[in-house]
């Protein structure tokens, strides 16, 4: 124990103890209660004790095993009220009679159970995201609520709602069975990609970047690749958020104007994290199982990472990865990027073609993709009263005052 | 925000060291490290090699030209051998991770935030804050092509 500390550093020290600590202590506490809703639930109680404690005691030399074992008796206590004294109670109040079973020993798979519950198919996907980052991310309901520009009240009720909906469908406290692993496991890489995605292209409010958002999502996709190496997409996705997020300082003006790829300062992308991107999709590479639908979209990111500039880079290359992409993800937004591509490698004819085509076939009706490309591509064939009115269609569907803005300058300037 | 985490000894830290069997340090280090990389931290890092070797040298800048030469290492004898790069929320999480760090007796963590584009912003448009960028863009360049 060290000495008396003052209640505003305990604090701020339980914070940062709790992003390193948190999601194991949970995961303990969820192998032995068997209910995740309830570990968390037992996991903040022993936080808010120590928060009233440790100003007075001083922070224990272990502060994960103390929450640990404060929680685990919480549990007892419980149970000894509901007179629920079954195996588990035992076992539980064997391992803390007996002094050397504290030594504190999270397993990793604990955790890994922990993100297979979070990102349950019982659970909707906003419920999944904040879960995610509530108990794997170990952030606050505040942090999340500010990341997610919505109230405190929304965030815990969406949580609240989560656990109990995992207590209802008895969600168990396993990794997925193997006939089940692969659409699992998609399922949990498809909700961290999806912060990622919220962060990397606010698709609304008045910022268009929010690097904080997205480096949780990045630090969360880290913690799962060390949880599962022997994934090939769990390392790709990795890579390709480390590629895109590589853009974020040429991806803004001072003023938060949002400046698009072709216009953005490419010495103002993050080298390192280019560098750090390759290493991943070389981990991804390595085993050897193919390239699958995060290794395809890494691979993209690749091309435009390493490229000195818009005309510098590999667009037949970039073809062939959307052809790819699109038929083991087959998608309408992977066919205008596809589109966009051609237009780069072979002329913006042959591009509008496959823009029309995919305008006829009703696809992504509603948002503002469709209309900007039409619109880059009617400028670039010289069509300048079209291209203004595409641009013009665009700027009133999108979301994001940022971009709208930009579509609404392009009008102007045809 | 990013931290740089500069391991430092003094020269009778490393002497004693060389008493600790070599693999248990090795042990140590690399939990430590992988705790960093499961926890989703660690950027980058590296050790450095023992001073005594003759790769190593010192340039230094008291006189014109600068004089190449093979020491004194550091002001204080304390030996820069080892360096982390993190990113972490908060500097209350860069303690946290430092303090974890296994290092014995005379060994110190000397903790430094990385600057940022926005610690320059008052001078975006000087001209040789541009050039740095131009400069990290071709070492990139120069890396990529050497594999």
Not at chain 1, 288 to 309: E, M, P, T, W
Not at chain 1, 364 to 374: A, I
Request: glycine share 8%.
């Amino acid at each position: 124990m060290t000495g008396a500390e003052p209640a505003d550093k305990v604090r701020r020290r339980m914070d940062a103890l709790w992003r390193i600590e948190g999601a194991r202590i949970v995961a303990v506490l969820a192998r032995v209660t068997g209910d995740v809703g309830l570990a968390e639930d037992l996991a903040q109680e022993a936080v808010a004790d120590a928060l009233t404690q440790w100003p007075e005691s001083g922070i224990p030399r272990n502060p994960g095993a103390w929450l640990t074992t404060v929680a685990k008796r919480k549990a007892i206590d419980g149970w000894r009220r509901a007179a629920r004294l079954d195996e588990r109670y035992r076992d539980i109040a064997r391992g803390l009679q007996d002094e050397d079973a504290v030594a504190w020993e999270p397993l990793d798979d604990d955790v890994l159970r922990l993100v297979f519950a979070a990102c349950h198919p019982v659970l909707s996907r906003e419920a999944q995201v904040a879960l995610t980052l509530r108990i794997v991310g170990s952030l606050t309901t505040e942090e999340i609520a500010r990341l997610f520009l919505v109230p405190v009240a929304t965030v815990q009720q969406r949580i609240v709602r989560a656990k109990k909906t995992l207590a209802a469908a008895r969600v168990p406290f396993e990794v997925p069975e193997p006939n089940e692993w692969g659409e699992r496991l998609g399922a949990v890489l498809g909700v961290v990609y999806l912060m990622f995605t919220e962060g990397y292209a606010a698709t609304s409010g008045d910022r268009w970047i929010r690097p904080d958002l997205a480096n949780e999502a990045l630090r969360i996709g880290r913690i799962l690749a060390g949880l599962v190496p022997r994934e090939p997409e769990a390392h790709a996705l990795v890579a390709l958020m480390e590629f895109q997020a590589s853009r974020f300082a040429a991806r803004t003006r001072p003023d938060g104007t949002p400046v698009l790829l072709a216009d953005q300062d490419r010495s103002r992308w993050d080298r390192a994290q280019i560098r750090r991107g390759e290493a991943a999709l070389v981990r991804a590479d390595a085993l050897g199982r193919g390239r699958r639908s995060y290794a395809l979209q890494a691979a993209i990111a690749q091309c435009h990472a390493v490229a000195a500039s818009v005309d510098d880079t590999d667009w037949p290359a970039i073809v062939l990865l959307y052809e790819a992409l699109g038929r083991i993800a087959p998608s309408p937004v992977v066919e205008l990027n596809r589109a966009v591509a051609m237009s780069m490698a072979t002329g913006p004819a042959t591009a509008l073609a496959m823009v029309d085509r995919l305008g006829s076939d009703g696809a992504l009706r509603g948002s503002h993709l469709l209309p900007s490309v039409r619109g880059e591509l009617l400028a670039r064939l010289g069509r300048r009263e079209e291209a203004r009115a595409e641009f013009s269609v665009a700027a009133a569907l999108a979301r994001n005052d940022r971009e709208r803005a930009v579509l609404e300058g392009k009008a102007a300037e045809v | 925000m990013k931290y740089m985490f500069i391991m430092r000894s003094t020269a009778e830290a490393l002497e004693a060291a060389k008493e600790m069997p070599f693999e248990e340090m090795i042990n140590k280090m690399g939990a430590y490290n992988e705790s960093l990389i499961k926890a989703g931290v660690m950027l980058g890092g590296d050790g450095l090699a023992d001073v005594s070797e003759d790769a190593n040298f010192v340039v230094d800048f008291s006189g014109e030209p600068p004089v190449v030469t093979d020491g004194p290492y550091g002001e204080t004898h304390e030996l820069f051998n080892g360096f982390w790069i993190i990113q972490v929320s908060s500097k209350e999480e860069a303690v946290e991770w430092a303090s974890r760090c296994p290092l014995g007796p005379g060994s110190k963590l000397e903790v430094r935030r990385i600057t940022e584009e926005a610690d320059f912003a008052d001078f975006s448009d000087n001209e040789y804050i541009q050039k740095e960028s131009e400069w990290r863009k071709q070492e990139a360049d120069l890396n990529s092509e050497n594999g």
